[in-house]
């Protein structure tokens, strides 16, 4: 045991296991609620002129102008709001952390929910406060979060809505009660933004402790690593003050402000997976033993029968099918599969693999 190390690290961090990406090299690749759709061949040409005549010598915007005005113009942010850039919207978890931590200080969210609220918030060393979801259902429950708001009184709440990793959207009311109850910053996360109608965009302002979250990620941009903060100008300019210079390169921002002046490419993909969702939605219900949640996602969590989760895992591996197995993360996924919305013919792929591993588990190998 290195006893320097040991004295130095802290015991929090010593203790955490490095966030893990499976290998995934040859498998159709349902693990991580990524835009299976490339672009057509005349986009790509157009995209690769628009990068010509890039100087990578030189630092690239500090605010990403361009790239903030093609956003708002794309994705309808209200004119009087501000917008802050991240390096994905992790990095903006983690400024909204860098700018409010210090002893004592809460972040509170649902759980299960996305883990890098809680992650980020270890690093900054600030408390966490998972209140469980409804396990019927994964629905806020309600008196028991307006019961922690009011005991904690967190710095920051995070919800994701949709909700990741359970797939469903929380009913807007209750976060409407929640906004009002929170003695501080609400974090709205649209992450699936491209695969519901619901939105918090249109009512950033209506509360001054409103913020919404987006990124480009799920909409089929997961590899340039761009998220963006929407709310009122002076909480964004507070937090824009701990984000390093520079923190969105060059390629990003010029790719990225190519990809939303054609927004409809990427509309008509995510328009795709979701039909798609419903398509798999109703082929998983027919397999017995499984029991799919409703999702406004671009994936479906589902029950699988009890105690097969891990097998299931391996059986969908070995035919060439890599999804994330979510039993053992949370006792109200127990028995849980989270399966990515694909193009038609590795949903179907994933059908039958199920389907043969169910019916006929012993010869899975
Ligand atoms: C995927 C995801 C993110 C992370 O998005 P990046 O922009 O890729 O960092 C944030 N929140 C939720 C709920 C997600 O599922």
Redesign the pocket.
Known sequence: MNARLAALIRPEIRALTAYHVPESNGLIKLDA?ENPYTWPESLQAAWLDSLRGLELNRYPDPQGRALQAALREAMAIPDDMGVLL?N????L?QLLALAVAAPGRKILSVDP??V?YRMIGLFAAMDYIGVPLQAEDFSINLPAMLEAIEREQPTLIYL?YP??PTGNRFDADDLVRIIEAAPGLVIV?E??APFTDASFMGLVGDWDNLLV?R????MGL?GL???YLVGPADWLAEIDKVRLPYNINVLTQVSATFALQHKAVFDEQTQAIRAERTRLQDALNQIAGLHPYPSEANFILTRVPTGQAGALFAGLKQAGILIKNLDGAHPLLTDCLRLTVGMPEENAALVRALTALLVAPDCAG
């Open positions: 609620m991240g994905g919207s992790d990095e978890i929910g996305f890098m994701a909700n990741n996360d992450a699936y979250m990124t480009v990620s799920k997961a690593r761009l998220g």
